[in-house]
């Protein structure tokens, strides 16, 4: 499976600020998402992120708060703007080779705003 | 609408078996994959059902009963590593993820 390195692995952000997340994928990759994990929570699709072109965004999500590029097939970052204490969760990068395949995870962002 | 049914928490001891039961209601079905996941850490793939029947992977089995909307993971000769949460997930007819709440098991010694 993909090697997938995402960082920072956790930080600490003040009310108001931005905090962007890179991830970074040892092979291309056509399917790559951003999750969240909210503390004791399953986990929630933020949104697609298309090589290219605009990221596809789910409910509830917009791209105004959450930024997200994706300039080629192993590389995708996903800003947390203007950041409130209701963002302070976990935010995962993925990726599927295929859509009958697996969705394997990024380590984490564990992000905190105080 | 979509739904995935998973206990919230179950306790089994050491040495023991323990089956984790998902139960789900979705638009259409592309598989449905079970995932572990340790307290801080990102999930990690368990195992892929699509056809009816049981998968087996060393001390992990998964079942699948699509008729029924049915699915366990079953966990033999349980370790005190494997207390983490089990997340249950569907792909629907668009392959979209439909993710259950997750079980948390508590290995006891």
């Known amino acids: 499976s993909a090697v997938i390195s995402q960082k920072p692995s956790r930080d600490i952000c003040q009310r108001g600020t931005s905090l962007t997340i890179q991830c970074q994928v040892d092979?291309?990759?056509?399917?790559m998402f951003w999750y969240r994990q909210q503390p004791g929570q399953s986990l929630t699709l933020i949104a697609t992120?298309?090589?290219?072109?605009?990221?596809?965004?789910e409910s509830g999500f917009v791209i105004d708060k959450f930024p997200i590029s994706r300039p080629n097939l192993t590389f995708s970052t996903l800003t947390v703007s203007n950041m409130s204490p209701e963002d302070s969760s976990i935010y995962l990068c993925?990726?599927?080779?295929?859509?009958?395949?697996?969705?394997?995870f990024g380590n984490g962002t564990r992000l905190t705003v105080t | 609408g979509q739904n995935i049914d998973q206990p919230t928490e179950m306790t089994a001891t050491e040495g023991a078996i323990v089956q984790i039961n998902c139960t789900y209601q979705t638009s259409g079905f592309n598989g449905l994959f079970w995932y572990q996941q340790h307290a801080g850490e990102a999930p990690t793939f368990l195992s892929y059902n699509v056809l009816d029947g049981l998968e087996e992977k060393g001390r992990f089995s998964s079942f699948l009963s699509r008729s029924k909307g049915y699915s366990y993971l079953l966990l033999k000769e349980l370790q005190m590593k494997d207390s983490a949460s089990y997340l249950c997930a569907v792909a629907d007819s668009n392959y979209q993820l439909i993710w259950g709440a997750g079980t948390k098991l508590i290995i006891k010694p």
């Open positions: 993925s990726v599927r080779t295929g859509e009958g395949s697996p969705l394997h």
């Open positions: 092979s291309q990759v056509t399917m």
């Open positions: 992120a298309n090589q290219g072109s605009e990221a596809t965004y």
